[in-house]
């Protein structure tokens, strides 16, 4: 009942916020949700309900980790305080009616940018902050060192509301495989039925596995198998229709990326305002006036790299530090053998 | 104004202001999804689904459409549903029969149940009954057989499953034995009324729908076929049982949460409805010599059945409702593959929350019907 309770409360949210926004999405330099922002003095973050590394709150109710940093960043661009966000713990089945109808202005939150969600449901991905692909965690004594030793009659647990359910199916099909899928509605509920025996493999992004094995009651006696079967590209989301709103979003998510690239970080960024490479210098906001084409002033990037810090920083303190996942892998930039590469700022 | 006008009147500008009401949000939502670029339908119904759900009583699997896939969950929801309201109207049945009785010990322990289910909340339950109790059940490979065939595991319950040639023929034997039983109802009814004699008609009626069925499998037109489950192995340390039937603890923990927490309100109902009942009947009852069971069966229970069964359909539409509790244990219901699964990958929130709106409205609507059907049947016939 709760659940219908829920529903029927989303859904009249979203036919009232919808009437509420009618005049949003205007022309030229004019965006409504950046007006709405700064009237409201704090940017409207959706958060994922707990998941260490990418948004995870502590017991005091502070919210860390790199989906966070996200936000934090469009914070610092555009009220000058990484720490004016409000977050909104969504679970997958909730994020994208929460931001079509206004509830938050930003889905920072663990979610895969596929082609349906991106040209179907009236969103728009501004980029990738994680490059992750979907795995499979056993048992470390069940012998099972491979998808290859995979049975028919496995029992999989996993999240609803998200692409993992679509590509377990696949990949099962493709591999004649039977299996029985269990699909819970959070992911504290996956870790507690897996962890009791329920299933024999718990299926999500590997980031996701490595993060949540942290959770299980002993941790060391499982296994997360070499294959990954999907592509998962995960970044922030915005609605479709504020293109001043989607460019603050993308560009204070590449601006991180970009002050890794050239070495910036929130220690030495005041320093780099007098740098002689003018790359660097635009970037900190000392030469051009990148933030003009976005209403903003032009400190906006310095201030993210201050209070944010450059990407390397975000990812070593949430991601590498906490032991998830020491190693970057595709997430390293591209000079370094990662596929991390943004357009350039200027 | 006459007066019949002075009465229409506000019910017309109510009517009215609804009318508005609703064509406001509905023109509303149309104009902001269309400026957002979200396109409103109910086409994606037809589309593959491409995701499997776990547990369903028709064929189904991620090629199916979407509708099939709300199917799926329809039937789950409704299974779960007429399973708990069987069982919690028993045992409510019995229990409130309890709280009335004259043995201490009986009255105090139905009591006790009903103060304790029905004062935590259903959702904890529900938690406690997945969680803690059926995890507490041992691997597929650990487990004792139960009934010598049946297995109760971690994994779900493993029964035998029957194979069946002829089994239209078996269908026909078990009819026909429903029919002969009426008939000798209303037959040993005349012979009571007629020379006051009672034939034991609760033994007929079992006997026959026994022996006739029977008869049909031992004279080897209708075979059957036992499929035993059988113990295989997944990995070193992963086992399973394959073959029989299997039913998912989801739906084990769900119907034993459901049905024991609502059993607590029918029980209340039917002590009620006992008590509602004039001390006179009873007395009445006795003194024309009829045992105490005859009294409840023939004299107290046909009368306290019209207080019973309003409040009781109430408990009957909760418990549906409540049903769809179900995701938070991963059973597949409506709420979890069509409003869940289903709206996620389609991001068709508004399109699929008003189908799920509109099918528990109308699984709510059947159940009163229903029982507003039974409950006139039973009322007194005023001559």
Partial sequence: MLKIIRNFVLFLSAVLLLAACQQQGGSGKKSKTLDNTKKAGFVKCGVSQGLPGFSNADASGNWTGIDVDVCRAVAAAVLGDSEKVKYFPLSAKERFTALTSGEIDVLSRNTTWTLSRDADIGLTFVGVNFYDGQGFMVRKNSGINSVKDFRDGISACTNIGTTTELNMRDFFNSRNIKYEPVAFEKADEVVAAYDAGRCDTYTTDKSGLAAQRTKLSAPNDHIVLPETISKEPLGPVVRQGDSVWEDIVRWSLNTMIEAEEYGINSSNADSMTSSDNPQIKRLVGAEGELGAAFGLDNEWSLRIIKQVGNYGESYKKHIADTGILPKRGPNELWTKGGILYVPPAR | ?383
């Fill in chain 2, 1 to 383: 104004m006459t007066n019949k006008q002075k009465k229409i009147l506000p019910q017309i500008f109510t009517l009215l202001l609804i009318i508005l009401i609703f064509g406001f949000f509905t023109i509303n939502a149309q104009m902001n999804m269309s400026n957002r670029g979200i396109d409103f339908g109910y086409g994606f119904l037809s589309q593959e689904s491409s995701f499997d759900v776990q547990f369903s009583l028709i064929e189904y699997d991620g090629s199916h459409s979407y509708a099939r896939a709300y199917l799926v969950g329809l039937l789950n929801t409704i299974l779960v549903s007429v399973l708990g309201i069987i069982f919690c109207t028993i045992l409510g049945v019995v229990v409130g029969i309890a709280r009335l009785s004259p043995n201490y010990l009986i009255r105090t322990t139905a009591s006790w149940y009903v103060e304790f289910f029905r004062n935590v909340p259903l959702l904890l339950q529900i938690f406690f009954w997945y969680y803690a109790a059926l995890r507490a059940l041992p691997l597929p490979e650990n487990t004792e057989p139960l009934f010598g065939v049946t297995y109760l595991t971690v994994k779900g319950y493993y029964m035998p499953g029957f194979i069946w040639e002829n089994f239209n023929i078996l269908m026909y034997s078990i009819l026909a034995a429903i029919i002969s039983i009426v008939v000798i109802r209303s037959h040993a009814k005349k012979i009571q009324e007629e020379r006051g004699k009672q034939l034991p008609v609760f033994f007929i009626s079992i006997g026959l729908l026994i022996v006739l069925p029977a008869l049909t499998i031992i004279t080897g037109i209708v075979q059957v076929e036992v499929e035993l489950p059988i113990l295989k192995q997944l990995s070193k340390t992963s086992f399973i049982y394959e073959g029989g039937v299997s039913v998912p603890p989801e739906l084990i923990a769900l119907v034993l949460a459901l049905s024991l927490y609502t059993a607590t309100f029918v029980a209340e109902c039917v002590r009620a409805g006992i008590q509602g009942i004039s001390k006179g009947q009873k007395e009445a009852a006795a003194s024309v010599g009829l045992t105490p069971n005859q009294i409840l069966k023939l004299v107290i229970m046909p009368q306290a059945l019209r207080i019973i069964i309003p409040p009781t359909t109430n408990q009957y539409l909760n418990l549906t409702k409540n049903s769809s509790l179900a995701a938070a244990i991963a059973y597949p219901d409506l709420v979890l593959v069509f409003a869940g699964t289903a709206l996620m990958q389609t991001g068709r929130a508004i399109e699929i929350v008003s189908i799920t709106m509109l099918t528990y409205l109308t699984l709510s609507l059947s159940i009163s019907v229903l029982m507003n059907w039974y409950n006139k049947k039973i009322a007194i016939k005023e001559k």
